[in-house]
């Protein structure tokens, strides 16, 4: 967290009553976080900056070293993630921008925290703690299969510690539909202070003082919360959007912010002792210090903190598996009879063209294809034999398409669902792909995708979500591609159970 105002307090106390309906619901379907977990992270991030001078600042090895560790276990766990570098101070800064694969992409949830410490010390709780608690958190939403109805992309920034230079570099390449798209950022900069208090932010401005209120719904995010801490019976208290951490582009910017924060430089005042413990001292009294090292961590407020970004990101994100949109049904294809799909007239692959087909069930180590559709016999898949080998009719070569017939679209709120799987071996890369596109006219406009990597994915059936209300009134074709674009590849894929339906 950067060095600059002293933190306000609100006065208000949230409730201890029993949890709410939605909380109770909520906790039963997040998943615990295990500390351990949070902890080993953090071991790791204290390993790599004793290798590296001491710390993981802006511009000096042991921040890339940081991202390297973090992409590496996203890029495993089956995240699209991509670094996106800045310069500042004449010095190379990254972020680490990792998305979790379907949901609605124009009403994104995204979670962030700051990875690089300054140059005193290796900054374990500033912010090792914040993007410890997020990895494992990620992590868990690979393990789960959740499948949520928003977009889910988390972001670990560089050289916040310089100015918020990392998330503010990021903000302002997106373009204003792409800012629109975010509709929610969870901030979380220190959540292991060893001498905590429990702050949100406060989104609403119920305390009355300091910078107003966040943009609308951050209050929202203030209350998800507040409900889960009051549910573990942990009173909080509001901090003021003072432009501290990385909340502030993004609420320049107009998206809804909140998060978690357990103190800093500031002093714990004798009635916070008396509401949550611990002594009338700073709350870290190694804040940008050689000493913030591993054991410079509540491991209670660390728990507690990492439970409740869980339990955040499961209820915002409107947990458990994308439920089939309600509506009128505008179009709808389960492919158990030909309806008109035609095969792309640029493709290039050699083998693994999509077909409608019925699939036979191919594994190499995992399964590769799967033998049974989502819905029905039929789908549409990438080589639906499976010839002598896993690879024998795979996609390879270059892409293949397979292209709707002409859809026309009624006006008002659209959502086209459908069910999907890419699946690939290690020798796969971020070039290979599954992606749908909307072609209308002369436009063609990738509405889904999901990048391959140099990892084991294996093939299962995942729902995807998307807005077309942007494509109301026009004729379209959607266009399901698939593409092999490294060296000896495995890739395949399938789609099925396409619905566009009309609020």
């Known amino acids: 967290m950067r060095a600059s105002i002293v933190l306000g307090v609100a006065a208000l106390t949230l409730g201890l009553a029993t ?21 080993a992270h953090l071991t790791q991030l204290q390993n790599i900056a004793t290798a590296n001078g001491g710390n993981r600042a802006h511009g000096r090895p042991g921040y890339l070293a940081s991202v390297t560790y973090v992409k590496n276990l996203l890029d495993a766990a089956g ?68 499948q949520p109805d928003r977009h889910l992309r988390f972001g670990w920034w560089g050289a916040e510690e310089l100015g918020l230079r990392g998330s503010t570099a990021y903000v302002n390449s997106l ?15 220190m959540v292991g202070s060893p001498n905590p208090g429990y702050f949100l932010y406060d989104g609403d401005n119920s305390d009355g003082t300091g910078s107003g209120p966040g943009p609308a719904g951050s209050a929202q995010i203030e209350q998800t919360l507040a409900d889960y801490f009051t549910s573990i019976g942990v009173p909080t208290r509001g901090t003021d959007f003072d432009g501290r951490s990385d909340y502030g582009p993004f609420i320049a910017n107009g998206i809804p912010a909140g998060g978690i924060f357990t103190g800093a430089e500031g002093r714990k005042t004798a009635a916070q002792v008396q509401l949550w413990g611990g002594t009338a001292t700073t709350f870290d009294p190694c804040y940008h210090a050689s000493c913030d090292t591993i054991t410079n961590i509540n491991d209670t407020a660390l728990d507690r903190n990492a439970d409740a970004i869980a339990y955040a990101v499961w209820t915002l994100a409107d947990g458990g598996t994308t439920p089939p949109p309600t509506g009128t049904t ?34 190499s180590g995992v399964a590769t294809q799967l033998g049974n559709a989502a819905g029905g016999t039929y789908d549409l898949v990438t080589g639906a034999t499976a010839g002598a080998s896993a690879g024998a009719n795979d996609v390879d070569g270059g892409t293949t398409t397979i292209v709707s017939p002409a859809i026309t679209l009624p006006t008002g709120t659209l959502t086209l669902s459908f069910n999907w799987y890419l699946s690939h071996l290690n020798n796969a890369s971020s070039a290979d792909y599954f992606r749908v596109r909307v072609i209308s006219g002369s436009t063609t406009s990738t509405v889904f995708t999901q990048a391959g990597a140099a990892s084991d994915r294996a093939a ?27 060296t000896a590849s495995l890739v ?12």
């Open 19 to 39: 949890a709410p309906a939605q909380a109770q619901s909520a906790l039963l379907a997040a998943p615990d976080i295990p500390v351990a977990n949070v902890k």
């Open 79 to 146: 995240y699209t993630t991509r670094q996106q570098s800045f310069t500042y101070n004449g010095a190379t800064g990254y972020n680490l921008i990792a998305d979790w694969p379907g949901g609605d992409t124009a009403d994104t949830l995204m979670v962030g925290a700051h990875l690089d410490s300054v140059t005193a010390g290796p900054g374990i709780n500033d912010n090792g703690s914040g993007s410890a608690a997020n990895l494992e958190v990620a992590l868990a939403v690979a393990r789960s299969g959740f």
């Open 175 to 189: 373009t204003t539909a792409q800012k629109r798209e975010i509709t929610g950022y969870l901030n979380f900069d």
């Open 330 to 363: 505008v179009y709808s294809d389960d492919f158990e009879t030909a309806t008109g799909w035609t095969a792309g007239t640029a493709d290039t692959a050699t083998s693994g063209r999509f077909e409608r087909g019925d699939p036979a069930a191919t594994s």
């Open 460 to 486: 299962a059936w995942a729902t995807g979500s998307v807005n077309l209300s942007s494509f109301a009134g026009q004729t379209i074709r959607l266009s399901v591609e698939a593409a092999d674009l490294s």
């Open 492 to 503: 395949e894929a399938a789609v099925d159970n396409v619905k566009i339906t009309k609020a």
